[in-house]
């Protein structure tokens, strides 16, 4: 018996040997992140769905959650202004099944994919501090900066080190700032004041930022992984276009393997716009 579609959750060292089984048999997959190890065994699991014509989708669940597609919208409608700074946190208590990969490929992975969605642009430098304090063999902790090619500057704060669990996601701009709580799916708006409603001009600059109202949006929540996972089925379907490609798990991978590389070689990588 042959399935549709399957999901895929294996270690990250096996992605490529399970899926490229997975797609000989000629069967959609969804792929968890990351899309696999290394850039070279992702461009093999791509090019084997593109030559088996099998729908690939790579499991960047953050997409789905309800509190991010609501700021990716209002961001892609002009709310904010112009996006000044993209600032992200995600921490908590050190996971022991980890084993083969690093905080950055497991964790940073996700934020490096939202930067990149909700922005629509690219990420073309990155610079990274990078520490093992607990792993024993790999990055358990990160500050990252990054330079977007639409001129956003971001951050990331990420580690396996804090005894909470912490996924937020600031997005500040010429009217105020945005904030996303992950976990529960919330979206706030914190306004600048001064910010007038169709302009930033030179006065406005000179006058400065202040604080104004605070807005919590009601947003209808739902499980993402229930999201993702009907989101994959209506593209298997063909009823949608593949919501995460193959492509944007490569460059989500290739992203963060160049942050992991910063912070090894204590120096800034540039990226192909």
Known sequence: LKPDAVTIAVPTEHHLEVALA???????????????????????????AQKANVRLMVGHIERFNPAVMALKQRLTDGELGRVFEI????QSPFPTRVQDVGVVVDLA???????????????????????????PSHEDMLSGLLRLDNGVVGSLTINWLTPTKIRELYVTGEKGMYRVDYLTQDLYFFENAIAQKDAWDTLTIMRGV???QMIRYVIPKKEPLRAELEAFIAAVKGEIPV??????????????LAVV???????????AS
């Open 243 to 256: 919501p995460v490609t193959g492509q944007d798990g490569l460059k989500a991978l290739s992203l963060a």
């Open 261 to 271: 590389q910063s912070g090894q070689e204590n120096r800034p990588v540039a990226l």
């Open 109 to 135: 992975v996700h934020d490096l994919d939202i930067m990149r969605y909700i922005s629509q642009s690219e990420i073309t430098r990155v610079f990274a501090e990078t520490a093992r304090r607990i792993h």
């Open 210 to 212: 202040t604080m104004g």
């Open 22 to 48: 997975v797609i000989e048999r000629g069967i959609h997959l969804l792929l968890e992140k990351p899309i696999a190890r290394s850039v070279d065994e992702a461009e093999q699991i791509i090019a084997a």
């Open 87 to 90: 600032d992200a946190r995600r």
